[in-house]
Structures are given as C-alpha cells and as structure tokens.
C-alpha cells in the first residue's frame, strides 16, 4: 500500500491546496478585473456578466444550500470559446464552475471560493444524429426534453428521465438517473463519448475524436471517470448519447399493497420472473395520502407501487398476466391499468407531483431530498426503519422510490427558519445514509456528492479510494481550479 500511495506521489504533482478548505479567490487582488477584460475579448461585452441577479442566479440550484455567486458569469458559444476562457482562469488561478440549468440538488453550483461560472446555456445544438445507429451527440445547453422534441419523428427516444428537464451534459456530469433507470439505465450506461475541456483549456474527447462504438474495451475507461465527476475534473462541452427505439405499446399500472415488504417482495419476484419493466416506483402510506390531498385523488392509503410497461401489444398482455398475479400472491389489491396517453398520464400524476404534493403538506416551508440506495433485499429494512426514525422525531419526509434499483427518496419538508429542526433534519439525514451503507449500500443513489457528503463519500469508498480520486484529481487539475470543494 505504501509503494502504492509513493506512485501516486509520482504520476501526481503534490497538492498545492487542501481539499475541504475554502480558498477565496476575489476582485480585491485585482485577478478577477483583469481576466475581464481577456473575457471580452473572447465572448464580447454580451457574453460576460458581473451583474449581482445574474451571478445570484448562477450561485444557487433546488438544492437547500444557501446561494454562493460567482465573481462573473461567461456565456460561451463555442467549444473554442470555452477552450479560451478556461485558458485565462488558469492563467489567473481563478476557479471555473460549469453551469448548465441550474436543476442539481446537492448545491454544486455553488462559488464556494468565488471565481467565474461558465453559464452553457447558448451551446444548444443537437449535432451528429445516426438514426441508424441510435445515437446523437448534443451540446450541453441541450435539455432531455429539448432532445426527445428533436427526435419525436424519428421513432427513437433517449429515456433517462431524472424528472426535471436537465441539461444532458449536465445529467452525464452528476451521473444522473431516474424513473426508467430499471429498464434503461443510468447516464453511465448510455454515454458513449464525452469532449470535456479540461482546467488549462486543453480539449480531451474520452473515447477519441468522433468515435461512437457501442462498445470497447480500448485502453482506461475515461469516459467513465468523466461521468459522476461533478464539474470537478473539467467542463463536458459535448455529449455522444445511446437513443432507443419508441416502445410500439406502452402500459401502466397502480397497485396497493398491506405492507413494504409485500410491495418489495413483488419488484423481486417481477424482476426475476424476467419482466423488462420500464419503471417500478415506490410511495409510502405518507407520500400517497400527501398525494390524494393535493390531486384530489383517491389510492387507498397504503404502500402503492406504480409500474410501466414497454414493448409490443402481444409482449404486454404477457407481462401484464405475469405481473397481476405476483402482485396478487403478495397481497396487492385496487389495480388499475391504463393504456392510453391521457389514462397513463392521469394514472402517473400522483407520481410526479410527489415533491409538491410533499411541500403542501406544510405550506411555506421548504424541501429537501434523501438519496440513498441499498440492494433492493434490504429496501424493506431500511425503509420500515427509516419511518419509525422519522416517527420518533417529529419530522415530516414521505417516502418515495425507485424501487426497481433500491433507490429511495425521503422527501424532507422543513422550517429552514427553525434551527432545532434544521439540526434534527440534518441528523435524520446522517443516520440514514449510515443505516445504507451499514446495509451495503451508497449514501447517493442518483443526486450525486456536492456539498454535502464529501464525509459520507469517505466513509463509503475508504481513504484509500479518496486518496486514489485526490491523485486522478490532482493530475488533472493541479491548481484545484475546477469546481473546488465538491465532492472531494
């Protein structure tokens, strides 16, 4: 392990900073009005922003992190532009924090130590779609929506579905995931190459330039160290896509069940009975009840699964039979199936509006989302003691998951004007992310690491992990100008 740690010392350079600290870069040292001006010369006067509602804007997502502006915001347009830009941060040690639409929920868009966001909103083409082939690269001001629309005429779809409409460049940066991950994976699945500019403005293409392989087994999977990096590691200016076919039929379901175990004890069975379900999803008796108040809908107040099927018209009878009587055997009852647009859409509302039905259980008060992810055997331990912790503390966090893959939501609705519970929100929090990795389990599922769980991140990988991703880190980005005092 020691001659391990001496290699790393080798192919690194030492670390001229300290991960965790904040080193405030600001105008008094005069970096950031000089580098101005270099900025202008490269975006024009409409591409550059001190303005204090802009940078505001640019300092905050949906996360509860308090906002962190940055000293100036740039607009870039080109990959070129970008390539310039980082070039003058790195010539002025300024920090570089990648922007793309601001919907990320651990606060990783967060100045922390002042520097220049790199806002990517006006890099918005879809380039280089092979129909033929499924797969499109897309720039990072595309959105997944903005993508879908592109493709709605050519029968091909990209299905990642984290629920907000997020920046594809962004989702492959935080690893995202969601509803469909059961059946089509996560962004790391279903990114085949990357072109990432990194902290002293050099241009890297993690599978080569232009290539789009289905698959490979050429060299370190960079593409892969890219995905889930957060911005810390360098700037995603393109994005090479797995697409997939539209399903010819689509077919959804509710059911209720008397109990979490009934209802995990389904997934398995219908996962193992080698149903390709599309999505499986979790609510609790809570989230459900939060969820009929607000749609004036009426689902019996229980654990309820939704579910979704894709695939031909004779495929889904099949799977529909095979799926009613499991979830039958297991105690479910007050099915309803839907096929039609307008059903499943009605059908899936208590779905999607679980956050905002969770934030009217106490209007004014604000949200904040669990994420951890256990095999999908421990999901009903878990969750059984996760409600009787939430009970024992007065706190308001129904509960809603991915079932399919083990991944949970505890959505936190709380006082952020109420100090003791902040602090109580924020120890239920901890305990929980313990009790997942105490379950051989990962303190994020699909959020990523942020701000926020730079410790937990430790205690799930081991120091020497962390001392491996500080190494990678450090050849990389040896003065800590990309996205400091994230993740690591």
């Known amino acids: 392990m ?52 802009v940078r505001e804007q640019h300092g905050r997502d949906e996360s509860v992190h308090r906002c962190l502006p940055p000293d100036v915001v740039v607009f870039p347009r080109s990959v070129d532009e970008v390539s310039a ?33 790199f806002s990517l909103r006006k890099m918005d083409q879809v380039l280089d779609l092979h129909q033929e082939d499924f ?21 091909l779809w990209f299905p990642v579905d984290p629920g907000a409409d997020a920046s594809l460049c962004g989702m492959a940066a935080t690893s995202a995931s969601g509803t469909n991950a059961v059946r089509y994976g996560t962004m790391r699945e279903n990114v085949l190459n990357l072109e990432v500019v990194l902290a002293d403005g050099a241009v890297l293409h993690t599978a080569g330039r232009g290539r789009r392989p289905r698959k490979t087994a050429a060299g370190y999977n960079l593409t892969n160290l890219f995905v889930g ?12 896509l797995r697409l997939y076919g539209i399903p010819e039929s689509m077919v959804s379901a ?26 499986i999803e979790f609510l609790d008796d809570v989230m459900i009840n939060a969820c009929n108040l607000f749609n004036n ?3 019996a107040v229980t654990p309820t699964l939704f579910l979704e099927f894709h695939g031909s018209s004779k495929s889904m009878e099949e799977q529909v039979s095979i799926t009613e009587e499991i979830t039958r055997d297991n105690g479910g009852s007050d099915f309803a199936w839907a096929e039609d647009e307008e059903t499943r ?27 951890v992810c256990v095999p999908i055997s421990r999901l009903p331990q878990i969750i059984v ?15 809603a998951g991915h079932v399919g893959d083990g991944n949970f939501h505890c959505i936190m609705v709380l006082d952020p004007n109420d100090p003791d519970e902040v602090q109580r929100v924020h120890s239920f929090t901890e305990r929980l992310a313990r009790r997942a990795l105490a379950m051989d389990g990962t303190c994020t599922g699909e959020h990523g690491v942020g701000q926020g769980k730079r410790a937990l991140l430790r205690e799930e990988v081991g120091p020497l992990a962390i001392e491996v991703m500080q190494g990678l880190k450090a050849s990389l980005d040896p003065k800590n100008l990309m996205n400091p005092g994230k993740v690591l």
Request: charged share 20%; with cysteine; net charge positive.
């Open 229 to 240: 990096s957060e911005g810390t590691l360098g700037i995603i200016t393109k994005a090479t």
């Open 135 to 155: 797969d499109v690269t897309v720039e990072p001001g595309v959105t997944r929506k903005g993508l879908n629309s592109y493709l709605r005429d050519t029968g």
């Open 2 to 53: 020691n001659s391990f740690r001496q290699a790393l010392r080798l192919i690194s350079p030492r670390l001229p900073f300290t991960y965790g600290r904040c080193r405030r870069y600001s105008a008094k040292t005069g970096a950031v009005e000089r580098a101005i001006t270099s900025f202008r010369s490269v975006s024009g006067d409409e591409g550059v922003s001190v303005g204090s509602a």
């Open 297 to 299: 809908l009426s689902y």
């Open 345 to 371: 859409s009605r059908l899936w509302k208590a779905r999607h509006d679980a956050w905002y039905a969770a934030l009217a259980l106490r209007p004014g008060c604000k949200a904040y989302s669990t994420d």
């Open 385 to 399: 003691e996760t409600k009787e912790d939430l009970i024992s503390n007065n706190l308001t966090g129904p509960i």
């Open 254 to 279: 509710v059911c209720s069940f008397p109990s979490v175990q009934s209802a995990v004890d389904s997934t398995v069975q219908i996962l193992q009975a080698g149903v390709p379900i599309a999505r």
């Open 85 to 117: 830009l980082a070039k003058i941060c790195h010539y002025h040690q300024l920090p570089i924090i990648p922007f793309g639409t601001g919907t990320g929920l651990e606060g990783g868009v967060g100045a922390l130590q002042g520097g220049v966001c």
